[in-house]
């Protein structure tokens, strides 16, 4: 069975810090994957996915991710995060002989101004 | 707004008792799916409909169940509700379904549901 890790469950940063979210997946196979995102009180928004071709993935408000085949890994960044970023964050994945999209745990990210 | 409607926005109803989630997609996309949201489980997936069938079932319970009529829309039956039945509803809906491409999913607002 597929499974998701969120290692960071609760991050602070300072406006203008670069940010990394770690994302770990557990699948043999090949893989879609997405990161999504909810602000306080709102329901989940797509940032950004991944299915096929380069690795490196631009979504949508300055966010980005990375797949890393060999270490299963699909970490999202931003390099200079704002307060509107308070959010929680969370990543997903489905595998492409799977029926089901399978979400970590989230992580709760508070930018301070 | 992702286009995916949800109602009511908030239930509160007694243990024991039984209500009904509802949900409406995007136009034009077949797949609903169900989520439910609490602080000890995150984000579990319960079930999913394509175009009125049955296609995939999480962790939902067997108090739980829901359809999706003909006219796409999707309702979630809860019954016996326990305390722990307390969370977030999610609804969430796609063009197709897993598997084909991993069409991303749209989620609507939720339904927080409270059971005292």
């Known amino acids: 069975a597929q499974s998701v890790s969120q290692h960071n469950h609760h991050v602070i940063l300072s406006e203008a810090a670069s940010l990394e979210l770690g994302c770990n997946y557990s699948?043999?196979?090949?893989?879609?994957l997405f990161w999504y995102v909810q602000y306080p009180g709102q329901h989940l928004q797509l940032l950004l996915k991944y299915f096929s071709g380069d690795p490196l993935v631009k979504g949508i408000k300055g966010f980005e991710a990375e797949f890393i085949k060999s270490k299963f890994s699909f970490n999202l960044r931003k390099p200079s995060v704002q307060w509107s970023d308070t959010a929680e964050y969370f990543c997903a994945v489905i595998g492409n002989a799977g029926n089901m999209l399978t979400f970590g745990g989230g992580t709760r990210l508070m930018v301070k101004p | 707004d992702s286009g995916v409607t949800q109602t009511p926005k908030h239930l509160i109803t007694a243990t024991g008792q039984r209500v009904t989630l509802r949900c409406s997609p995007r136009?034009?996309?077949?797949?609903v799916y169900w989520y439910q949201q609490s602080l000890d489980q995150g984000l579990q997936f319960l079930i999913q409909?394509?175009?009125?069938?049955?296609?995939a079932k999480g962790n939902i319970l067997e108090r739980f169940s829901a359809q999706q009529f003909p006219d796409l829309h999707s309702e979630l039956n809860l019954s016996s509700l326990e305390l722990g039945d307390s969370a977030l509803y999610f609804c969430?809906?796609?063009?197709?379904?897993f598997g084909t491409g991993g069409s991303p999913l749209h989620f609507g607002n939720g339904t927080r549901l409270t059971v005292t």
């Open positions: 409909y394509y175009n009125g069938e049955e296609r």
């Open positions: 699948y043999g196979g090949t893989v879609n």
């Open positions: 136009s034009g996309d077949l797949s």
């Open positions: 969430a809906s796609s063009v197709g379904w």
